[in-house]
């Protein structure tokens, strides 16, 4: 209630700014209350978000990005004139502790101790994206002339090479530019495609239902009428007499008291 006390209207009699300074101080409160309960040691409590996935050393859980943590901060140095802030948390899942600090040279978080970070990065360099420029780079830039006017000459190269990549790209963008006549002609094709499916399917169910088949058919291929025309069909009763009718006994009973007579 420090915080609600400290925008208080309501200023008590006995209230003295020369000996109390503040509302806060004369309720003898620190307007963030238990979050500054150790800030005579450089620490706040503070609302930390996990800045990616991790797990956990001491229970080996998976602990994902966005989870949030009751988390002590504190200044631990300074990169340049950026400081570098370290934060205390304690799993919510076991006992153990996590330990993580900014890093401004790469504008990440490093993991201290007591997790493990689930690898998910790559190289912005092989995903030709745009590397960051680093700070001696950025001050030599501003400070050398022929180094400045040495490296616009770099990036006008790197133009010249990039001109085509990028004129290919404009030129695909453009392709997809009127909308409306795009989703017209996809609608139409997709209406061609559900007539002749719908075609199909008709005469597939005409087939099922007079071979009494209860299994979907495959579509119709040039390879199965060629390979279909070259089957012949026998009924089982030739099958079985052809072995008969070869045998020699049964050629010399042929005759006027032969099988025919």
Known sequence: MGERKGVNKYYPP???????GSINGYWNTHPLRERARKL????L???FEMPYNIWCDGCKNHIGMGVRYNAEKKKVGNYYTTPIYRFRMKC???VNHIEMQTDPATCDYVIVSGA?????????ADNEQILTTEHSEKEKLETDAMYKLDHGGKDKEKLRVAIPSLSELQDHQAGWKDDFQLNSALRRKFRDEKKVMAEEEEKDSAVRKRTGLAIPLLPEKEEDKKLASLLTFQ?????????????VWYLLCEGPWGPDH
């Open 116 to 124: 493990r970070r689930k690898e998910e990065r790559w190289d912005m």
């Open 92 to 94: 919510h899942l076991c």
């Open 45 to 47: 409590i503070i609302r």
């Open 14 to 20: 006995d209230f003295d700014p020369a000996k109390h």
């Open 40 to 43: 005579s040691q450089g620490i």
């Open 235 to 247: 009924s089982p009763d030739s099958i079985r007499a052809s072995p008969i009718t070869s045998h």
